[in-house]
């Protein structure tokens, strides 16, 4: 069972103060932690472009960003290159905001990525235009952003780590007593990633919640 979007408002502040600055912002954050949720959550009303990098060489790369983009797009064009897909970004006059979500998928297969998006941010992206850069893979996000010899180091306005959520979130998503024991006992089984908030079943003990996920059969998280 998918839970109701809840907190992170915290998170959608930076999201809100970044569109209205434009530029590049960093989103990165262990896997479930819920980034992507989180993203799609803010863009929707704001109607932004979006697009979850896929594992595969960079012309099905490109070509998967696009199709996920090109009904949005103010011209047709078929982009043969990252270059000619940012330059009808630069065409844009709205949605003024572009999601790359699992981004280290795509430099894994094409390393100069990073050095077209440095040289388009530099001269040529819109003044107003947003763009957000999510990964998991905290080892190559923090290399392709922090490394004082990457391309797009200090480009970013900021880098945003998205953190599991706390026993106070956990307790209002699954409308539990935080007061009562047995909702802390539920919260210490799963922690603060919101994706295993969903396997705690409303009736289910504290005592049957362990015996599903750790040690019945096909377990959770084993």
Not at 160 to 165: F, S
């Amino acid at each position: 069972m998918e839970l109701v979007f809840s907190n992170r408002k915290a998170e959608l502040k930076e999201l809100d103060s970044a569109a209205r600055a434009g530029g590049l912002l960093v989103v990165f954050g262990r896997r479930r932690v819920g980034k992507t949720r989180l993203l799609a959550h803010w863009l929707k009303p704001r109607h932004g472009l979006y697009s979850q990098a896929i594992e595969g060489a960079r012309g099905i790369q490109l070509d998967q960003v696009y199709r996920d983009i090109q009904d949005r797009l103010a011209v047709s064009l078929v982009p043969k290159s990252w270059s000619e897909l940012l330059e009808l970004l630069s065409l844009q006059k709205s949605p003024s905001i572009l999601c790359l979500d699992e981004f280290p998928y795509l430099v894994a297969s094409d390393p100069s990525l990073p050095s077209v998006l440095q040289r388009w941010l530099d001269h040529h992206a819109p003044k107003d235009f947003l763009l957000i850069l999510s990964g998991s893979s905290t080892r190559m996000m923090n290399n392709l952003f922090l490394n004082r010899a990457a391309p797009l180091h200090g480009r970013a306005r900021k880098l945003l780590h998205v953190q599991p959520m706390n026993y106070g979130a956990f307790c209002a998503a699954r409308g539990l007593d935080a007061q009562n024991q047995e909702s802390f006992v539920r919260f210490s089984l799963v922690g603060g990633i919101p994706k295993y908030w969903e396997f705690v079943a409303e009736k289910a003990s504290a005592l049957d919640l362990a015996d599903e996920l750790f040690f019945g059969f096909a377990p959770y998280l084993d």
